[in-house]
């Protein structure tokens, strides 16, 4: 059961990280525009840090996407998983990668036979958007189930990252539909931590405490 943060805000990203309860990274073009920085500083600022396993997304065709995957992975070696779109040319190079023994995260995984050819070419991850499939009326908990259930009874290897997490809710429920790992923005990891009656409990705990030194 590995959390990842959905995020590019590498200060926020320190501040979770320091929990210990962070197993890895995953970013996008859309959280790195949003940070405002050059995508390989925010790398390398998170593997200064420790994160063991960051997604970094490539972009563009056959040989851009895989001398961009090249690169990233020579200059950060175990810590990069190459993030590359559900497309006749990212499962290409998910290919060229996996069999290089290079991490790789198909990303934009909206469907069950979306999520077959993605393991048939050996992606490490895939990464199926249960928030944007919510939007459209389909239930992405389904999805993250059915694909969960098919890769463990035909002995798949390929992992199932939910992503598109926008709950607590929906975040808790990729785990029980299989998911092995779940990607969650910042916030959402935070309200993890709350429960109102364990607030509550504190209050009368600590009541009882100054009753106590009285
Ligand atoms: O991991 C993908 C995620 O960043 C997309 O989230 O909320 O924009 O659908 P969202």
Do not use: W
């Amino acid at each position: 059961m590995k959390i990842f943060l959905d995020s590019a805000d590498t200060s926020i990203i320190k501040k979770l990280y320091c929990t210990g309860l962070i197993d890895g990274v995953t970013t996008n073009p859309t959280l790195i525009r949003k940070s405002g920085r050059d995508p390989i500083d925010v790398y390398s600022e998170l593997q200064e840090l420790g994160v063991p396993d960051i997604s970094m997304e490539v972009s563009g065709d056959v040989g851009e996407m895989y001398d961009e995957a090249q690169k990233l992975a020579s200059q950060f070696g175990q810590v990069a998983t190459i993030k590359l779109p559900m497309t006749v040319d990212g499962l290409l190079v998910c290919q060229q990668l996996s069999k290089q023994l290079i991490r790789t995260n198909v990303t934009l995984i909206f469907s069950i036979p979306q999520a077959i050819l993605a393991a048939k070419a050996g992606a490490t991850y895939v990464s199926p958007f249960v928030g944007r499939l919510d939007d459209q009326q389909i239930a992405g908990l389904e999805v993250v189930r059915g694909i969960s259930s098919l890769y463990s009874s035909k002995g798949i290897r390929t992992q199932v990252l939910a992503a598109s997490i926008r709950n607590v809710h929906r975040a808790v429920r990729s785990f029980y539909n299989g998911a092995q790992i779940v990607t969650m923005p910042p916030n959402v990891f935070e309200d993890m931590y709350n429960h109102m009656l364990t607030d509550a409990g504190l209050d009368i705990f600590q009541k009882d405490i100054n009753a106590m030194s009285n």
